[in-house]
């Protein structure tokens, strides 16, 4: 089973994954997360999320 937790109470438990990047694509992630003051987690989910609607 896979490592789970909620990042508020009451929010939907959450999965750790492992996902390797190129240097450039991190790059990316992090500037958006340090533009928007959050983290890389919560940067890719927005990204996620932005890109299944």
Same mark, same amino acid.
């Given at each position: 089973?896979?490592?789970?937790?909620?990042?508020?109470?009451?929010?939907?438990?959450?999965?750790?994954?492992?996902?390797?990047?190129?240097? @450039? @694509?991190?790059?990316?992630?992090?500037?958006?997360?340090?533009?928007?003051?959050?983290?890389?987690?919560?940067?890719?989910?927005?990204?996620?999320?932005?890109?299944?609607?």
């Amino acid at each position: 089973m896979s490592p789970t937790r909620a990042s508020a109470p009451g929010a939907e438990p959450m999965q750790v994954v492992a996902v390797r990047l190129t240097a @450039e @694509e991190l790059a990316a992630v992090d500037a958006i997360a340090e533009r928007e003051h959050i983290s890389r987690s919560e940067a890719i989910r927005r990204a996620l999320a932005s890109s299944a609607a």
